[in-house]
């Protein structure tokens, strides 16, 4: 037994442990998450003509509370799942607490056999580390939409190894190490459903401190599967100079591409395969903002934040940190908000991005940024 409490989330009320325990996960940082998710989930089925009847799983579900909240503030139809007793034993006192025994069931099964079993419209996977023992029955199962967590960061951005055991990818320990994770974990899932003939549009994608999450539309069809896998590359980075660009898988198989870097002739490195095309969808992001907007929600303010960057963010795969890039001038840091005038006025194109509060998106280049960076600090 365990000495439990309840808490709100959004207009969801959930009984939770009152200290972390071994057989019950919950962690109060994650509601952010959620926020959005329910926000998504929103907009998402908000297209649908008949939203009531689409399906959500919540495969490994902890104590149900984004199950719960699905059924209760989006008013899908919830499948609730977690292999541990305990855990199952709460998410069915969840869902009576809430009423909504007719829309949500509880299971206590191995996530992937009851994926394998059905097939669902929503699939969300929201596991302790690696998505990867799911993804394969997620990419069978689901029909419509994908949500995934990865808090396995250090692997997928190339700070610990395992990028190429777990994601069959290798990383590159960048300065831009969100994105990074974010674009290998879009390639992983990309390569996962298109052995499915299942394509992907990826609708919303974020970094925090400690976890990725993806929320892609899924497509049937082995011809959009095809196009999907069009749309992995990768990326050379000269670790001397910063200069980087992105190439199709393509002309890696070509050997079309030069080793040396065209700034520096310094050796480059090779990063990939990653998925390069846009990682959100900017009308759907909108709309979940204006979700976001009018929904009681514990971490409204921070969620529109976010939702609000990526809006508002460029298309072009990686950033430039603004601090590090002043750092190896040997110049004080401008602020961030001049530079990217500077760029527009200079005819580039450039944005904030999600994964920094300090970093730039630009389609300059490395050497025309610090020479920007420079006339800046001249200015000051
Ligand atoms: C990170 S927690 C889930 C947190 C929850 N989604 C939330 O938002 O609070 C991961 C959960 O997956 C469960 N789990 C791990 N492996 C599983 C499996 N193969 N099948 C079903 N549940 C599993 C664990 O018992 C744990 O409760
Ligand atoms: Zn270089």
Do not use: W
């Not at 709309?287 to 921070?302: A, F, I, M, P, S």
């Amino acid at each position: 037994m365990f000495s439990e409490t309840e808490i709100h989330e959004g207009t969801t009320r959930i009984i939770v442990p009152e200290h972390p325990t071994k057989s019950i996960f919950y962690n109060p940082v994650m509601e952010l998450c959620r926020d959005i998710d329910i926000a998504s989930i929103a907009a998402f089925s908000s297209s649908h003509p008949n939203p009531a009847q689409l399906t959500y799983i919540d495969a490994l579900a902890g104590t149900g509370v984004r199950g719960v909240r699905v059924a209760n503030e989006v008013g899908l139809h919830v499948t609730i799942n977690d292999r541990s007793t305990p855990a199952y034993e709460l998410i069915k006192r969840n869902i009576a607490l809430n009423a909504v025994e007719e829309r949500a069931t509880a299971y206590k099964e191995n996530a992937n056999v009851l994926l394998l079993q059905t097939n669902y419209d929503l699939v969300d996977i929201d596991p302790f580390g690696s998505p990867v023992p799911f993804l394969d029955a997620a990419a069978q199962s689901v029909k419509k939409l994908l949500l995934i967590t990865a808090t396995d960061t250090a692997p997928l951005c190339g700070a610990h190894t395992g990028g190429m055991r777990n994601y069959s990818a290798r990383p590159l320990n960048t300065e831009y190490h969100a994105e990074m994770a974010t674009r290998i974990l879009l390639g992983a899932v990309t390569r996962e459903l298109a052995r499915y003939d299942k394509a992907i549009q990826p609708l919303l994608s974020y970094a925090s401190a400690h976890f990725v999450r993806l929320i892609v539309r899924v497509e049937k069809g082995a011809r959009k599967a095809d196009e999907c896998i069009e749309r992995l590359g990768f990326i050379a980075h000269c670790f001397f100079c910063g200069h980087r660009f992105t190439f199709p898988c393509a002309d890696m198989l070509n050997l079309n591409v030069p080793n040396t870097c065209a700034l520096c002739g310094q050796k480059l490195r090779v990063a990939g395969p990653l998925y390069l095309h846009p990682i959100k969808a900017k009308e759907f992001c909108e709309q979940v903002h204006l979700e976001l907007g009018n929904r009681e929600l514990g971490k409204k303010h921070e969620a529109l934040k976010i939702v609000h960057t990526c809006i508002h963010e460029l298309d072009i795969p990686f950033y430039y940190e603004h601090h590090a890039l002043c750092k190896s001038l040997k110049l004080p840091p401008t602020p961030l908000s001049s530079l990217i005038d500077a760029l527009h006025s200079n005819g580039f194109s450039a944005s904030r991005t999600q994964f920094s509060d300090t970093a730039v998106k630009t389609n300059a280049r490395i050497d025309e940024l610090k020479t920007l960076v420079k006339a800046l600090s001249t200015e000051l």
